[in-house]
């Protein structure tokens, strides 16, 4: 399907719907919407004075030449984290896709291409509004949500670019390499790092019980195994270096005392420090100078952080600073989707109805952008931002790593292979593109049999995308040392090209052609999957 205007418009506000069978131009009271083809795509305007604006849907009804007369499966991304629910499915018109859809036949499974043929629906990266697409019988429908938190934007009479909406064509190619194509026509530029990014992490062995000595000795396990590589390793503090776990104030706690003294032996030893913080969360009330208009509204969150607030900006780009002081090259931000809405996974709303930031003239996706660009500005260009629940559109482009999916486990196997796999394979062919894709961890504290850890491992290291290994000293013998050691050296470099076959029938796919040469992974233990605890009560 060739890009085109769409057949029909509509402009939801706080309480009428207005439908209207498209023009280039419409005006309803004083709202005004536009819509023009360019060599870029269908970009998706609209103004209003006073109106509360929440949602534009635009219908593009199929012709008979636009409708797939044949077997398809389609395919839709999410808008922050895949919690192991990607997948391609049949056709199932109450779907809401985030940001883009793949509509392909055949399968990947089949190595023999010919014939295929994939489209893509999609809106470019970092655009003004937060996107669902939808699927049906007769034609598409994409959904611009541009509320203010929970309620109608109030835009003022400024002109609000919403999106610019692309297609894609692609025939006789895989559709995971026309996934890739599309994914360079949603974002033609990016802040990709000039060296690959991989490394260690504490989290899945320490889960927040860590201190100065161990992230030393976390710091000695990557040091000694990536000795000699061209390109060095990162160690990433994870939470727990602070004085309240998942929240400010920004300071160390005992147990880790100067925080620029650590980075500066961290550096000595022979890797690249990185850190988490959670900017948005003032939970115990121990940021001094916040004031009652620096925190979001909603009932469920009064002690999260308003980034709308221009104050609050401020706030977190000195916290920004003093890190970067610090001595620290990779700030891995987390839970600020969570803080955002309140939750971790979404339904067709990206948030709940009912509240507003405090500046209500601008979109949710704006204020997301501003507060990413804020962080990135501060943190300067020798710092590695790593996105941990983040949008992933709206960070595609300016950040230089996202992760893409759920966290992974150091004791439960099956959660890692849900949440890993599955966000390795459907968000791989961004990798590159958007960002570099961090799939999370491995996470070894020898609760998992190394058998099926080495199977996690292995693909990371050959997946093209970063590696990040969290080691609890002590676990491996001098073997699977040797294996940890090969791994960070392939990914060190991440040359490899890597793709999933069998991912259009499995949403935990076992076939993957890496180099040329198709590898087969078991991802399950003899007794299967363990859905359920029958024991518990």
């Not at 889960?207 to 000795?227: F, H, P």
């Amino acid at each position: 399907m060739k890009l085109r205007f769409p057949d029909r418009i509509t402009v939801y506000t706080e309480k009428d719907a207005y439908i209207q069978s498209f023009s280039e131009y419409i005006e309803i009271n004083d709202i005004k919407t536009s819509c023009s083809i360019t060599d870029d795509g269908l970009s998706v305007k609209i103004t209003a004075d006073d109106s509360p604006l929440k949602y534009v849907r635009l219908r593009w009804n199929f012709t008979n030449k636009e409708k797939r007369n044949e077997p398809i499966k389609i395919l839709g991304d999410c808008f922050d984290r895949f919690h192991a629910d990607a997948y391609w499915g049949g056709i199932e018109p109450e779907r809401m896709m985030p940001w883009y859809m793949l509509v392909s036949n055949g399968s990947d499974s089949v190595l023999d291409t010919k014939g295929r043929q994939t489209e893509g629906f999609g809106v470019k990266v970092q655009c003004n509004s937060l996107v669902n697409w939808q699927y049906d019988e007769s034609g598409i429908s994409m959904w611009a949500d541009i509320r203010n938190g929970g309620m109608g934007v109030l835009l003022g009479g400024r002109t609000l670019d919403i999106c610019t909406v692309v297609f894609g064509d692609y025939k006789d190619i895989s559709a995971f390499e026309a996934g890739r194509e599309f994914c360079k026509k949603m974002c033609p530029t990016n802040t990709l790092a000039d060296h690959k990014v991989y490394g260690s992490n504490n989290w899945y062995y320490a889960y927040g019980e860590s201190s100065r000595e161990e992230i030393l000795s976390d710091t000695k396990i990557v040091s000694e195994q990536c000795a000699g590589l061209e390109n060095i390793p990162y160690m990433v503090i994870d939470d727990g270096w602070q004085k309240h776990r998942v929240e400010a104030p920004w300071e160390s706690n005992e147990k880790f005392g100067d925080m620029k003294s650590l980075a500066s032996e961290m550096k000595k030893m022979g890797v690249r420090p990185g850190i988490w913080v959670r900017y948005l969360a003032n939970t115990y009330k121990e940021i001094p100078e916040v004031k009652p208009d620096w925190c979001l509204p909603r009932v469920e969150s009064g002690v999260i952080l308003d980034p709308s607030n221009p104050e609050v900006l401020d706030y977190i780009r000195r916290v920004t600073k003093r890190i970067i002081d610090w001595g620290f090259e990779l700030i891995k931000h987390d839970y600020s989707s969570f803080d955002f809405t309140g939750a971790f996974t979404y339904g067709n709303q990206f948030a709940k109805d009912g509240w507003h930031f405090y500046d209500k003239k601008r979109t949710t996706a704006e204020i997301i952008m501003d507060f990413y660009r804020t962080i990135k500005e501060a943190a300067g260009d020798n710092c590695i931002i790593l996105g941990c629940n983040t949008v992933s559109h709206l960070c595609a482009g300016m950040y230089e790593v996202n992760r893409t999916g759920g966290d992974t486990s150091g004791f439960d196997w099956d959660v890692t292979r849900k949440m890993g796999v599955n966000a390795l394979a459907f968000r791989l062919m961004q990798n590159g593109i958007f960002y570099m894709a961090d799939a999370d961890c491995v996470g070894i504290t020898g609760a998992i049999p190394w058998k099926m850890n080495r199977l996690w491992l292995d693909i990371l290291a050959k997946s093209g995308s970063p590696l990040f290994v969290s080691c609890k000293p002590g676990v491996l013998n001098d073997e699977e040392l040797e294996e940890l050691k090969e791994a960070w050296k392939i990914n060190s470099i991440q040359k490899n090209e890597c793709r999933p076959l069998d991912w259009m029938e499995n949403k935990c796919p076992a076939r993957w052609l890496i180099d040329g040469k198709e590898v087969y992974y078991n991802w399950y233990t003899e007794d299967g999957v363990s859905s359920f605890d029958p024991n518990s009560k």
